[in-house]
């Protein structure tokens, strides 16, 4: 295979941003006017990494607009790529891992889809895929590794050694992957996009500034004070965010770091839908979840509160 | 004092083999599973300076006993760490080459050692289409020497495997230098019938020790192809009381020991 020249062309990349305005002003907006920015066709590159931080309140909203042609880039691809094979709205996953656990199994919705041909599956290296967007948030065509060299993965996304120019050693030319945008959730944000991470950092910076356009929600916007006392802790610059939400509870149920933690018997329950009745148990639980609550906040009620107040002890356990 | 052998699970003798091959004073690319617990029980008996990096961009995690991590990026996996680099960036530590060791395992292994954890049957219309990668080509192509632990089944043994996700010496011999793969390789296989090498020159998996009870006639009936036996082969130490109790200590509830 050979990889798209959008995917890597850092020139064009960089002139897409050029053109884009680079606001320190308000950034606020709601669910559906933020998942609305995606289009269909888009490259997306969505945060967090496997059930740990991820945007799932903007890929619930996402969803609920029935998007399609979509090409999906996220380092270990959680459950979430499956709620969107099933949705119809992927033709393209590029990850280094589908699943959510040992515990799970393999992703037979990954299995159906791939063994299939429904959809396309391009495996990276977990480290190739985090230079691919390091490289990007470089501006940079691709970035020289040693890793993946001699592996049938070489052959998987089209990739190429160089001779280095200093020593004449083999290196895989890992290439750049420009995302049209990146969903990203984080701790805290002020209302001009200014983002806060807490604890393990992923890769979501590198997304931000790869991504042509960034849509990010945050569990708390604080004031822009606040985030001047302790501007060591931004990771992404306001300028760099397109559209904020504030959105209490916007990985749950997976989890964010020291706030909640995840819910391994709700993967179980998802899971065992998919054994009964394999995509028509992921497409019950989209209606159930996705298509039927009004609002992100009916979503969590689906939740109850005990449940998620004992994932917020846990989460103050595991952190203190 | 040794423990019987059959109240031993699988995960529990690869953890304990694999914590034996670790050095104090090194570091360890280890993932979740019996990796995570071989490690661990390193640290709590001769190796109290070896430092473990996780694939979730963790240095130096501390564990919480009862609470060990399903994922490698979960809050139980940075349990009381030293340094949440990211995950770019804790791969980029083995790639400039600070760490000595590390683990994988893989559903498909041939006889050099290479290993397959993406597709059964051909890449783009698989048979079977297994998780994928994950960070273990990179643990594999970047850390000075790798530990594959794993339970020894016929399945997964096969003379080659359908698609090299992990290089292990490739097609023998110096075919894995020669595809620029400058450091590492797989120095020792871990299973559950004994512990094998890869012979220096034509880099073929070896066995060097079985493990007790086992015997080269287990080993053989249970690899699709056929296995070198070192002259030297010489039988393991059965986990000790001591290895047990910790890793039951770590694993109350028995979720990764079994």
Known sequence: MTIAAKEYDFHAARLRLERKTKSAGEKLTTLEKAAALVKDGDLLAIGGCLYSRTPLALLWALLRRRPRDLTLARNLMSYEGEWAMVAGAAKKVITAWMGIGLPWGLSRIQREYVEQGKVEFEEWSHLALGLRFRAAAMGVPFLPSLTMLGSDLMGVGGSKTIECPYTGRTLHAVPALFPDVALIHVHRADRTGNGQIDGYPHMDADLARAATTVIMTAEEIVSEDQIRRHPDRTVIPGFAVDALVHVPYGSYPHECYALYDSEPSHFTTYVDGIKARGAAGVADYLDRYVYAPASHADYIALFDERTRRDAVDRARMLTS | ?258
């Open chain 2, 1 to 258: 004092m040794s423990a019987p052998r059959s109240t031993v699970t699988a995960n529990e003798l690869l953890a304990v083999m694999g914590a034996r091959a670790l050095k104090d004073d090194t570091t360890v690319f280890a993932g979740v599973g019996a990796p995570l617990m071989a490690a661990a029980l390193a640290q709590r008996t001769h190796a109290p300076t070896l430092t473990m990096v996780i694939e979730g961009g963790i240095v130096g995690p501390a564990f919480k006993p009862g609470e060990l991590p399903i994922s490698t990026n979960e809050m139980r996996t940075a349990y009381r760490a030293q340094m949440l680099p990211g995950i770019t960036d804790a791969f980029l530590l083995a790639q400039r080459g600070f760490l000595d060791v590390g683990f994988i395992g893989g559903a498909q292994i041939d006889r050099f050692g290479n290993l397959n954890t993406s597709a059964i049957g051909g890449y783009d219309r698989p048979a079977v289409r297994l998780p994928g990668t994950g960070g273990a080509n990179d643990i594999i192509s970047l850390c000075r020497e790798v530990m594959i632990l794993t339970v020894h089944e016929k399945r997964r043994f096969s003379e080659r495997v359908d698609f090299v996700t992990s290089p292990g010496y490739l097609t023998g011999g110096d075919a894995r230098r020669d595809s620029g793969l400058l450091f590492g390789g797989v120095s020792r296989m871990v299973t559950t019938l004994g512990v094998f090498d890869f012979e220096p020159e034509s880099r073929r998996m070896r066995l060097i020790a079985l493990h007790r009870g086992a015997t080269v006639d287990d080993v053989q009936a249970n690899t699709g192809f056929e296995v070198l036996v070192s002259n030297d082969l010489h039988t393991t130490e059965p986990p000790t009381d001591k290895e047990l109790t910790l890793l039951r200590t770590l694993d109350p509830k028995r979720q990764f020991i079994g």
